[in-house]
């Protein structure tokens, strides 16, 4: 996020790819996609191309970490160096450390870890392809996963950024939208209970602007929401599905 707006990023009242300024880029969500992970998703949002793995309740290791109580979520948010523009360098950085933290706290509501003591439920979330939200992308793409692994939880998680590009508070930046825009703030949340699991904020937003952005995200959650059960419906209302994971 750099300060100002160094290009107009809204031309007669659209957005540059000609979106209005509350809609979601197209999303595409596939389950079941990696034959050795216990649950998994691909899932697209515009030009962000993302694979979540889930793998467990399995033994946590090492046993030093575990905690008798209930089971310890690993998450691993990773960019794999082709999915931006200038090659990212592999490995964890700052920013992937940071994203990791917070989407594992944006499932720390829903996950039912009491039932797994000592046990780890590790998610892998791969970023393919980036184009601004890939954080949100990634937690949509993990919740579908968790829940194609059969792991407990109360519900699942929904995420998604706004921000404000050219002085309009506008769902769901862009890449280039994010860059020249004036904030971006993506959040997490349970669209059922309308609970909110994560929000961060990069930028500046007037309290008016926040309300209205956060209206809008919250909105937008409620859509993912539905194409994530969805998905999942389609999925398991299948035989054929169920027989596949049998046989894996
Ligand atoms: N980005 C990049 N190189 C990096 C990190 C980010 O090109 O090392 C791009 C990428 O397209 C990403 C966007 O900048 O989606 C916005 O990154 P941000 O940190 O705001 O997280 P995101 O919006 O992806 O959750």
């Not at 998604?160 to 959040?187: C, R």
């Amino acid at each position: 996020m750099k300060e100002g707006t160094e290009r107009k990023l809204i031309i007669d009242g659209k957005r540059l790819d000609g979106r209005g300024f509350e809609e979601l880029r197209p999303i595409k969500i596939e389950i079941g996609v990696l034959k050795r992970a216990d649950g998994s998703c691909y899932l697209e949002v515009g030009d962000n191309k993302v694979i979540a793995a889930v793998y467990g309740p399995r033994e946590m290791h090492p046993r030093h970490a575990q905690d008798a109580k209930m089971a310890v979520i690993k998450y691993r948010y990773n960019m794999a160096p082709f999915s931006v523009d200038d090659r990212k360098r592999p490995g964890p950085d700052r920013r992937s450390v940071e994203i990791s933290k917070v989407s594992r706290e944006a499932f720390d509501p829903v996950i039912m870890k009491e039932y797994y003591p000592k046990m780890a439920i590790e998610v892998y979330v791969e970023m393919l392809q980036s184009d601004a939200g890939t954080r949100t992308a990634g937690i949509n793409a993990a919740s579908v996963a968790l829940a194609d692994a059969g792991i407990p939880m109360t519900d699942l998680v929904s995420s998604i950024a706004v921000g404000k590009i050219d002085g309009e508070v506008v769902l769901d930046l862009t890449g280039v939208e994010d860059n020249n825009g004036e904030a971006d703030m993506p959040i997490a949340m349970i669209a059922r209970t309308n609970t909110i699991t994560a929000l961060q904020m990069d930028g500046h937003l007037t309290k008016e602007e926040f309300k209205r952005g956060l209206k809008l995200a919250m909105g937008a959650c409620h859509q993912i929401y539905e194409l994530q059960r969805a998905a999942l419906i389609e999925r398991y209302s299948k035989s054929e599905g169920r027989e596949e994971k049998k046989r894996d």
